[in-house]
Nanobody, 124 residues
Framework: QVQLVESGGGLVPAGGSLRLSCAAS????????MGWFRQAPGKEREFVGT????????WYADSVKGRFTISRDNAKNTVYLQMNSLKPEDTGVYYC?????????????????WGQGTQVTVSS
């Protein structure tokens, strides 16, 4: 049974930082690209960024580029999302997801497994 469990969310003032973690189990972690998505209240879930299965390549949404960094530790089956210079518009539930194969990294439908999400709230 595949499980992705996010942690590290919380309430932070604008300009602050948070580090999210996503611990994976039940899959060969190093064979999956890992993505982060978020969903703001009243909005659709959107792509935040992704990291290749080996950790050598990352891609980000323009809205977070330069502020967020994705990394992974395949020995710990964990992917991280370091979020700096947070803005109120970064508020939302953050999800990690795992993707096998060569489907588009930008699309939700490409991802095979999802976590339950962790809430991030950035106060102004």
């Amino acid at each position: 049974q595949v499980q992705l469990v996010e942690s590290g969310g919380g309430l932070v003032p604008a300009g602050g930082s948070l580090r999210l973690s996503c611990a994976a189990s039940g899959l060969t972690f190093s064979s999956y690209a890992m993505g982060w998505f978020r969903q703001a209240p009243g909005k659709e879930r959107e792509f935040v960024g992704t990291i290749s299965y080996g950790g050598y390549s990352t891609w980000y949404a323009d809205s977070v580029k330069g502020r967020f960094t994705i990394s992974r530790d395949n020995a710990k089956n964990t992917v991280y999302l370091q979020m700096n210079s947070l803005k109120p518009e970064d508020t939302g539930v953050y999800y990690c997801a795992a993707k096998a194969g060569g489907r588009s990294r930008w699309l939700e439908a490409s991802y095979d497994y999802w976590g339950q999400g962790t809430q991030v709230t950035v106060s102004s």
